[in-house]
């Protein structure tokens, strides 16, 4: 799977604070939120990414063998919902690019597919895992197109989950929200809103916003 925006966004506006020493990448793919948290995390801090397709697990695992952080990184081939029992309720920060869609045409491959479609991993399955294994005070983020984010958070309060942070990132300025960025609790709180642009409204050139979030990661700021 290639590296999207959307996958820069999210690694990049994940809180992870001073405190935290577990996180929980749920479909780390080829690994990229979990470098981009190690990147962004102290040295005690451990990340373990969870990944049901195999290819896909053995090259995270290469490429966290090749990062600057190979002993803070663990990839596990495995099913979220089968992840061990041992982990329950300890990680402080868990964060997914989960999958976009309902099962609509089929996929030129079954990796593709279950990256794209949540037949394999409901959003309520995926509320119901990071209820299961977040930490008391810790925080769940996530990125989704803002309608299929609308009906997650529907789902969340069924579970008791807050919303902290929620950002509506947008192409450039007049354009509609493609997608939301969502913090989710367990703890009662007031909700912080904004709305990213990642685009000036030429069309070409990123806007300060957009390269003051992301500037640890493109080479071009």
């Known amino acids: 799977m290639r590296v999207t925006t959307d996958g820069i966004l999210l690694g990049s506006w994940t809180a992870i604070g001073g405190s935290c020493r577990r996180v929980l990448d749920i479909g780390t ?10 990147q962004r995390s102290g040295d005690d801090v ?10 896909a697990a053995l090259q995270a695992q290469e490429n966290a063998a090749a990062s600057p952080w190979p002993q803070r990184i663990r990839v596990f081939r ?26 609509g045409c089929e996929c030129r491959d079954t990796p593709r597919a279950k990256a794209r479609y949540t037949a394999a991993l409901s959003h309520r399955d995926l509320l119901c895992c990071a209820d299961a294994l ?9 990125i989704l197109p803002v309608a299929q984010a609308a009906s ?14 929620r950002a509506w990132v947008s192409h450039r300025e007049g354009r509609s929200p493609y ?5 989710l609790v367990k ?11 990642i ?11 957009f390269k003051h979030l992301t500037r640890d990661f493109y080479l071009s700021f």
């Open 134 to 142: 977040l930490a008391p005070q810790g925080a769940f983020s996530l």
């Open 152 to 165: 997650l958070q529907e789902t969340a309060r069924e579970f008791g989950w807050f919303v902290r942070r």
């Open 179 to 183: 997608v939301t960025l969502l913090e």
């Open 187 to 197: 703890t009662p709180c007031s909700t912080d809103e904004t709305h990213l642009f």
């Open 29 to 38: 793919g080829t690994g990229l939120l979990a470098l981009m948290l190690a």
């Open 46 to 55: 451990v990340l373990d990414a969870v990944e049901i397709d195999a290819a």
């Open 199 to 209: 685009r000036e409204p030429d069309g070409r050139s990123y806007t300060e916003a």
């Open 78 to 103: 495995e099913d979220i919902k089968a992840f061990g029992q041992e982990n329950l309720g300890g990680y402080e920060v868990i964060v997914s690019n989960p999958p976009y869609f309902e099962q």
